[in-house]
Each structure stands twice: as C-alpha cells, then as structure tokens.
C-alpha cells in the first residue's frame, strides 16, 4: 500500500491538469464571443471596481449631532411688545437632532379646572341633553360631559380646563414670521468603527473665524455649519410663509460619503433639505390628510390658590436633522468575491458562445465532433469502444 | 516582428477556445448529475431569484415620524376633580417618536430644601449617629448627610429636599387607569434616497374622513394610523392593569418591505407591538430585574420668597416607535453578482459529479482514461512522446 | 420528429459531458499551481468562514434604551445652601438615550421684556448712534436695537429680555463638579428580528441584588449596567474637570456582537466610552472651534403682574447612548454565494497556472500542442480538414 500512497501523493502534487481547448477559426462566432467576453471584464472593472467600488468593505457611520437656534423675533400683539429668544421658542431645549423652531401659536390664558361648553367647532354639536351622555368623552372633545346641552353654543357642556381652547382660527400672518432670519449651527460628529476614523462636520476648512461670519450656501459655502431657518425651508421645496403658518417638517440630511483610500481631508459632509409632510407649494390640499404640525403644551402657575394653566398650540417648523454616513476601503475579501464573481460570469460568456458554435454555425456538425468525445456503445461492445478510445491514449 | 505581432492580433480575434469535453454514457452517473444541475439551478432560480429577489438593490429608509395623543382622564382624589387632557399627561410635549404617557404618579407638593430624615424604607436604617457620616452621600440615599440619627424613623438625617418622597406605596389602581382609551395618531414619512421615493404612512386609501373615525386593527383596519393605547399594549403582549401601574416600555415597529418593481400603491406599512421590558403577563417577577418604568421630574415656585418644588414620580407607557425600512428594486449588479456565484456553484456539481465518475464507478479506469490525456516521460524519451501527442497536432 | 425528440431527452438524460483534461508532468509548475490553490483554498476556508463567517446571514439589532441618573449634588454660593438631585440636573427628564448632566451654569434671575445696554463682551461696540440701527437684529445681539448707543457700556440699546445675560466668565471651578460621582443605571433591550431573538443588557449574571451594589469596570465587572458619570468621562480620553467646566459630548457604545449558532448567554453587550466633540486632553484649543456642550432654558414666573424669567444657561456633559447591535446565525444561501465565489477564484488560480504553463515554461509550444487542438484551414479545404479531425471522432 505504501508506494501507492506515495505515488498518489507525488502524482497530486507533480502532476497539474489542465483543460483541454479546441480552438476554432470561425470568424463570426470568434468576434462575437471576444466582445461577450470584453463586455464583461468591461463591466467587471468598470462598473464593479471603478464605479460601484466593489473592491472596498463599507462601514456605517455612528454619528452624534448637536444644534443650537440663534436670532430673535419682536411682536407687537395688542399693544403689548414682546421680545422671543432662543429659549423662548425652542423645543426641547437642549440641542437634539430633532426639534421644533415655534413660528404661530394659539395661547388660552388662565385655564382652571371647570365646568364650560364645548367649542362650537361642528364635531360637537347638541341640540338637547340627550346628546350629552354624562361622564362619558367624545373623539373630537376636550373633556368629560357633564349632561346638559348649552343652548348657547348648541354644544354640550364638559368638565375640562376651561375655557377650552378655540383654535379655529389659526393666526395669519404667523406671529413669528421673522423665524424666517433665526440661524441654525449644526455640529455633527461621526464614527467609522471599523477604520477607526472620527470627523467631525467642522472640517480643516471650517475654523472660528469663518464660523462667526459664514452662511451656508450650497455653492458659494458648501461646508459652513450655519443654516437661514428661511433658507432651509425654501430649499426643501417648500414656502416658508405657509409652513409658519399651519407648521411643517423638514428633513435636513447630512450626507458623508467618504474613500478613505484617498486622503481623509476628501471626506466632507454634502447638506440636502426636503420636506418630510407639510403644506406642499403646489400639491392639492383637499388630498392629504392631516397637513401642518403642531403640538399642545402648558405652563402651570396657581393664582389666589386655584391651579391655572396657560396652554400653548404651538405651530412650527421641526427640523429632523438625519446623517447618512457610509465609508469605503480596499479590502482583499470584496476584492476576490468580486473577482470570484467576475469569473463566473465569464463561465456564462463562454456557455452562451457554445450555444452560438453549437446551435447556430452551419457547420455545427463539425464543431461538435470537435468538442466531444463520445464514450459511446461500451455496454454493447466493450472491446470494440476500448480500442477506439486507446487512440488517444499515450502507450505505455 | 510586425507580421507575428499581427497573427497574434488575427489569432486572438479570430480564433475562440472552447473546452473539449467527453461525453460519458453512464446512465447512473449522468441521472445523478443532471439532478444535481437541477437543484443548483432550482435554488438559484427559486431561492435566490424568486424568494430572496437577489437580483435586487436594497436601500434603507430614511425615517421621520410625528406623534399626537388625544384623549382625557377625570380623576377624583381626595374629593378634588380634575379633568387630564394631553399636555398634562405626555412627556415631551412635541410630538416624538419616543415619548411617555402618563399612567401613574407619586406627588410629593411643597418640596423645599431643608433637613428631615431619611425615608425608612430599610436601605438607609441607622442606630446611632456614627452610623451617618456627615456631608456623606448614600448610594440608596437622597441627600446629604448631616450626621445626626433620627430615632423616629431610624434613619440618618439629611440635607434635601425637604420632605422626601414616599415612593414605598405605588398607587393601586393607577390613577390614570382610563389612560387604556386614548389615542395615539403617528405620521411616518419614509425616503428612499437611492431610488427617489417619498412615501408616507397615509397611503392612498388613507384620507380625512377616514382618519376623523378609524381604530387601528390588524384585520379590519392594518392602515389606519390611530391606535388605542389599550390595545398597543394589549398586542404586545402585555397586560395593561400592570403596565400602568408599574410603567413599561412598548415598541411600535412600522415595517416597510416594499419592491418598487411593482407599482408604489403597493408599498404600505406594517404596524407590530412588542413589550421591550416591563412586567410580562406570566414571568416570574423575581427573576427579571428592574421591572417597570418611571422617572422624576420636578415643577418648580416660589411661596413666600421660598424657593419650592412638586416633585412628581410618574409611571407611565414608554412608547418608542421604530421604523424598518426596506426596499428593492431590479438592478444589473446584484443581477450578474448572483448569476456569477450560481455559475461558480455549477462548477462545483460538476466537481462533485466526476469524483462520482472517477472514484466512484466500477468502470473508473475507463473513464480516466477518456478524460484525462497524460504528458508522460517527456523528460527521459522527449522524441518518443514528441511523435505521440503529434498524432493530435494538426499537420502544417 | 418524435423519435429525436425522444432521443435529444434521453441524450440530455443519460449523458453527461465532463471537461477532458491533460495531465500535465511538470513538477515546476505542479508545485507551483498546487500552492496556488492551496492558498485559495486556505483562504475560503480560513479567512471567509471560519474568521469572517461567511456562512451566515446577519441581522441588524433594533433597539430601546432606558436611562436613569443618580447622585445628589451640594453647592453653597453666597452662603445659600442648596441640593441637587436628579430632577434639578438631567435634561430631559424621561430617560431618553440622549440626555444632558448639568454640570455647572449661569443663572440670569428676573429678567423681563425691557430696554437695556447690549453685553459689552467686543462684538457689540458702537461709538455713535449711527452704529445701532432702529429695530434691526445683529447676528451676535441678543435683541432689536433701539437706535441708541449707550456711552457707559459703548454697546447699542436693546430691547430684550433684560438684564442681558454676562456669559462672559464661565464659573470656575464648575458648580456642581460633584457631578462625577453621579450614576447612570442603563437598560437596553435588543431585538434580532429576522431570528426572533429578544436580548436584555441585564443578562443572566446580572441580578437585582448584584444591581443594588455593582459599578461598571471593564476589567471586573464588564456586565454591570451601573456607571459612574466620572468614569464615562475619563474612559472616554477626556478630562472631567475639563468638561464638566465648558460641557462636552460622550458617547456611550453599546456593542452586541452576538453568534446565534452558540447558546444566546454568550451574546452579551461590550460597553465603550469616546469624545464626541470637546475639550481633548491634549489637543490645542486654538485649533478646534465651537469646543464645549451648553444650552439655554428659561423658567417662566409672574412677579407683581410683571412676566419675568430665570434663563438658565447650562454647561454639562450630555450623553449619547448609541447601540450597535450585530447578530450572525447560519444560512444556506450565503454559505452557497461564498463557495460559489471561492469555485469562481479557483478558476482564477487556473488561469494564472496555464499562463505560467504556455508562457514562461521552455517547453511552452509542446504544452500548448497538448492543451489546444485547432480546427485549421476548414475554410480553403473542408475535405482535408475533415479527414483530419475524424481521428478524434469514433465510427459510427
């Protein structure tokens, strides 16, 4: 057994098999496959390696995002003048990546716990107490129903703060339209975990001195970190002076598509804006449900021992700031799956010129006998067929 | 050099290598190889293609979401009425994705900054004053010590604010029990950046008049985007009674599998409910730790130039909604990359088919001579074996 | 026709085609091209399965956090003594994923809507009135000018809330600098959904009693969930004082690496801590613009009819909780797409081999006549030709 092994051993590794190739000089199936074939490498290192990088591993960006509003308006509401600042109409306050910049608001002033008639707004109309089944709450209402039916209002009586809030009329112009001019610094920091690489969207370019100074601008300043509300919104596609209004949502994207194959001074933020659901310029009103964006919230005071509440709706524009961060890099593994593949798909060029050579060439007949051998009639005459087939092997 | 450097040109154009291949009449052999083709070419066809739609790019959704609760509770504690509408009840107030609903709280009015004792709730007992270190913080404790033990309480005095919440009795029912019939509105817009599609959770069935009076349920309504609060903590399969008594945090998942190769209609969302952590219905409760969801938040006065606080502990439903985003559409890449691999996976069935025929099969001898063509002894006898394979060259 | 259909299905059927091959006796290029393989074949195995685990799908986690701080703080200023606990110091109060830890502030008490000098802190200077245009807005102002410039301060009059906050000096030593002993008690629950697996960061080693005493330590105890706000800061190559004084960005990674083909208990979370973006230990300042972490709120109160408020603005590390949750289970359809593409770079192998067999070797031209047959001249002399391939076709 023992020289057998060594031969087996010693035949794998001083013996390499190879393909055997018929080479055929048929001009037209040549030409064509050449191309097949050219189309693929083409495509391999074209499209796979140059264009979509094929031969990078990719890894996604943990990023962390802070904002801060700047600017103020001045109203003049009934006579009574009044300054908003950054603390006075942003929502939460401390920098999230989302938040709501207030442009309109709907105040009721003094709220208390107390029995008054819902708002005659249509939803809850009454003619007699019937309609008004006590203890129980409607939809559309403000509060619990006590049972009687204000002849009034022709609406029911409830249990709730009171007066409820009438909001049927939303101001306009909006009270802070001057949001308009309010700038918005955005410092944004992202994480390639699997590089180890931290950037930060205030890049070489971006120091003190043109933070005091610069505006974004998607041609002139690309890369400055401070943003016009007025302009954000415009950019999305949208009309600032009807997203005052009835509020809106903007998406504010920032995009990092980085090769770290290159120097990573290349690897810069690039800023998009688009409007998430709001008041389009031109879109038909009457077919989305549900436009605008507002919220409701109190602030609680006791005056003369009765706890009182003012409660705020507030209309705004909330910004939603989303990074999208994506790194490549060389990598042998992408590099030889892609290769891997690639060859493949050579075998897939080289099956569909057989077909051509064996289906379609008229000499066919020939082409075929000169790629296969048939191994034919060796059950019949198994004699006759190994003398055939010794033709081509080498005597020994 | 010019001609030969032509012939190679015409050769390489003109000429076209195919493999020779040989035909083997085994019936046994060529039944379980075609077999095997098959299911290679099944699973490509099948799996890969048809089930996993491997000839699409995927790209991720880019999310934004809008909440709203509506909906009122009537309390009636101690003979005091009190109506709860949404801006009392919702943490934060602006509508995000994450945000808590009220169901439960602890008020501890007139909290002012003073020295009282420690709250005996057995982690803070004391015997004598060594017991507590003045100007010490406990890790269980709420102040600083001031290194006197109150023989009242047996518990250290301390420097806090003044009186320290009771927390030992959570109260049973919850106070906000009603809080299982509010309702939660969502408005979720998707972006599919690398395909250019915006879409919105108010698809195309969903308009005004049906969102004034839809419910949320997984059969008769899958599309409406109000859900009870009830039943989002129902589905999840938890119980409601407990959850608002203790807290607990529900997830909302808002899944979107959409093929845009079909038409946009067609890309709807999908709603699922599930307890993150919190009680479960039937686990045992000594086994999972830190149960329940609360936190603290305080509301701040000044009563007669004292500086004072209502400190509220409020259990509630954390709602934490999260979208899932996902879309495919035809590409030539993915195509071609799995084209290329299912070809590689051929070669493989034809590895595993002449291991078969070569090893396997009483005829082996046969069959390795019709395949393989050997280039022996050329080193001893290189004229002899020169005139043997001669008898393949073509004569010129 | 019947029969040959019958005959191209039985042929399809019980024939089999495998490539013929020459055996090629060359230990150089045997030795050579085995390498080659082997290498191939090393590296699937050991680099795509085994160290990238090729053979299994991967599903991105989604995940919930809950956080919550304690710790209290004391602080004398001006002989006012004062606590602070949880609800004084955390921002936003319900335990998002995100939050801010005051760490120090400037209180500006009593403002209310009035006329006074702009902060003469060098970015306001005016020397005549001309300078400060009626109800114009400057980008550093704090409010609309009035037209006059006050000769005291040299800085125009504003309306604003006044007086203007002095943020000039930022308190130092930070005022709540004992901050550092603060803790953060972390929950996270983690969902694979493509497996259905659900995950807590409280595993099975981590138990309330073990909760009640721990602290987090990479070394001894990596599992606790209990952090102290110190530690964070330290770990994560920042220095607390530093921070605590200006505020600055951690970020807390909470990383699932999980392999479902192993028991779920070794799927547990790795915590880690970096800087986002702030004072670096050793880092010139001058360098590195808008350094540090502050935000402004306002508290709001009514004094003898007059709106007045407390503008709070708060330096303090804010903490962002990022979850990185990866699972890997097997599948069969990656593990047939890397086969499949390791077969594709064998037959690269292949190809390098022959190159070194028909180009390099000195007996080139003998291997070249045993690997190709030509189908020569069939174009001038079809007879010829076809006489001449019949050796290889057996009789029929």
Chains 1, 2, 3 share one sequence.
Not at 17 to 31: D, I, M, S
Not at 53 to 81: C, H, L, P, R, W
Not at 276 to 304: C, H, I, M, Q, W
Not at 365 to 387: C, R, V
Request: aromatic share 12%.
């Amino acid at each position: 057994m023992k020289p057998q092994i060594k031969r087996t051993f010693s035949n794998f590794f001083f013996e390499y098999e190879t393909p055997r190739q018929v080479l055929v000089r048929n001009k037209r199936v040549a030409v064509v496959c050449r191309i097949i074939q050219m189309g693929v490498l083409a495509y391999i290192i074209g499209w796979v390696f140059m264009y979509e990088k094929g031969y990078q591993i990719v890894d996604i960006a943990i990023s962390s995002i802070f904002t801060k509003m700047k600017g103020v308006s001045f109203t003049n509401i009934s006579e009574k003048e009044r300054i908003w600042d950054a603390a006075d109409y942003v929502f939460p306050e401390q920098g999230d990546s989302s938040f709501v910049v207030m442009t309109n608001y709907i105040a009721t002033v003094g709220q208390k716990q107390d029995k008054c008639p819902e708002l005659p707004d249509g939803k809850n109309k009454c003619t007699s107490d019937a309609h008004c089944d006590e203890g129980k709450y409607k939809r559309m209402g403000n509060g619990h129903m006590t049972g009687r039916c204000i002849n009034d209002t022709s609406t029911c009586e409830i249990y709730s703060w009171c007066p409820v809030e009438d909001d049927r009329k939303i101001p306009d112009p909006p009270v802070l339209l001057t949001a308009e001019n309010y700038t918005l610094f955005i410092k944004n920091s992202i994480t390639f975990r699997q590089f180890n690489v931290v950037r930060s969207n205030l890049v070489e370019s971006v120091n003190q001195s043109y933070i005091n100074t610069c505006l974004y601008h998607p041609k002139t300043d690309p890369l400055c970190p401070i943003f016009r509300l007025g302009d954000i919104v415009e950019r999305s596609g949208l009309s600032f002076s009807e997203i005052a209004r009835v509020g809106g949502a903007i998406g504010v994207l920032i995009d990092w598509d980085c090769n770290l194959d290159l120097s990573i001074r290349h690897c810069k933020p690039k800023y998009e804006f688009y409007g998430l659901y709001g008041t389009g310029k031109n879109e038909d009103k009457e077919e989305k449900p549900s436009l605008g964006y507002n919220f409701r919230y109190a602030k609680y005071y006791v005056e003369n021992e009765v706890e009182k509440r003012t409660l705020m709706k507030v209309f705004g524009v909330r910004i939603d700031i989303i990074v999208h961060g994506r790194a490549g890099k060389f990598d042998i593994i992408p590099t030889l799956t892609a290769i891997g593949s690639g060859v493949g798909i050579f075998g897939v060029a080289t099956v569909v010129c057989d077909m051509l050579l064996l289906y379609l060439v008229s000499k066919r007949d020939f082409y075929k006998n000169m790629k296969f051998k048939h191994t034919e009639i060796e059950e019949e005459k198994p004699a006759l067929s190994q003398s055939k087939t010794e033709r081509d092997l080498p005597k020994e």
